[in-house]
């Protein structure tokens, strides 16, 4: 079956990035025809929803997402409601997770996906360093995605690419992405990312340090600042935390030591493996 490749994702620190560039090296190397998009800019979403409703049907969509309070990103979830709907597409939805808690993001990105009528082929999660622990000395999944990783992934899209061109893979039912314990499913399927807000420390913008350059605004991967003239938080925010990261005065502030140690309790508690898996059937 000839069908064209798409990897689309967000990716706030780079690990998603880093997972769906393996994906395209490994598909080049099986001279796949691939698109690849990160979709965080509300630009690039559209600009790769037409470049899907211009392949038409014959088409086998990578999708990844970071997990932010065990549920995928905005801008994915946005992107996958806006997808037109199919009879013959496929999906691979992946998710890169800090170490703490997959939640229940490739359950609910496979949920959406299965009703514009794509066919989940298979899915993956990989364990990737925990996005707000950057001042950590020791943050959960240091290393990670490594070359055990990578290896993995590879193997992972030359199967489903096998799969596909030989029209034997056995898509995957929404149970599959099930996985979790069943009570902390449970209270994950019952919250949203926009809860993970109410839990965050409030930012607050040092107008003092502010000097208005704008890669605040550049770097959010969700279009959630406007500059008026100093940084506003919009709507579309899911807590990634790239604004206080980023920033070269240190002009946004948040005290995420509380968080932080939440963070490394749940983890404990969770006690989640492998960090690393493939799902097929």
């Not at 037409?50 to 088409?59: H, S, T």
Request: charged residues 25%.
């Amino acid at each position: 079956m000839n069908i064209k490749s798409f990897v689309i994702y967000c990716s706030p620190s780079g690990t998603t990035k880093h997972v769906s560039k393996y994906i395209e090296k490994t598909l080049k190397e099986l001279n796949s025809d691939i698109f690849i998009q990160d979709i965080g800019k509300e630009r690039n979403r559209f600009f790769a929803l037409d470049q899907i409703k211009a392949a038409k049907e014959k088409i086998c969509l990578y999708i990844g997402t970071p997990v932010y309070a065990g549920h995928a990103v905005l801008p994915v979830m946005a992107f996958i409601n806006e997808l037109p709907e199919t009879i013959t597409g496929f999906a691979v939805p992946f998710a890169t997770w800090g170490g703490v808690c997959s939640g229940v993001a490739l359950w609910e990105m496979g949920e959406k996906l299965l009703e514009k009528g794509y066919k989940i082929a298979a899915a993956s999660k990989v364990g990737a360093v925990h996005s707000m622990l950057w001042q950590s000395k020791t943050p959960v999944c240091l290393g990670h995605p490594d070359t055990d990783d990578d290896k993995l992934i590879a193997e992972f899209v030359i199967k489903v690419h096998k799969g596909l061109s030989e029209g034997n893979l056995r898509r995957l039912q929404l149970k599959d992405l099930d996985y979790q314990p069943e009570l902390l499913g449970s209270e994950l399927k019952k919250t949203s990312i926009n809860n993970l807000m109410q839990m965050l420390p409030e930012r607050i913008v040092n107008e003092n340090k502010c000097t208005q350059c704008g890669i605040c605004m550049e770097e959010c991967p969700a279009d959630a600042i406007d500059m008026a003239p100093y940084p506003m938080f919009g709507e579309n925010c899911f807590g990634c935390f790239n604004c206080v990261r980023l920033c070269p005065e240190n002009a946004i502030e948040a005290d995420l030591s509380a968080i932080n140690k939440h963070i490394k309790m749940r983890k404990e508690q969770i006690n989640e493996f492998p960090l690393t898996m493939a799902f097929f059937r």
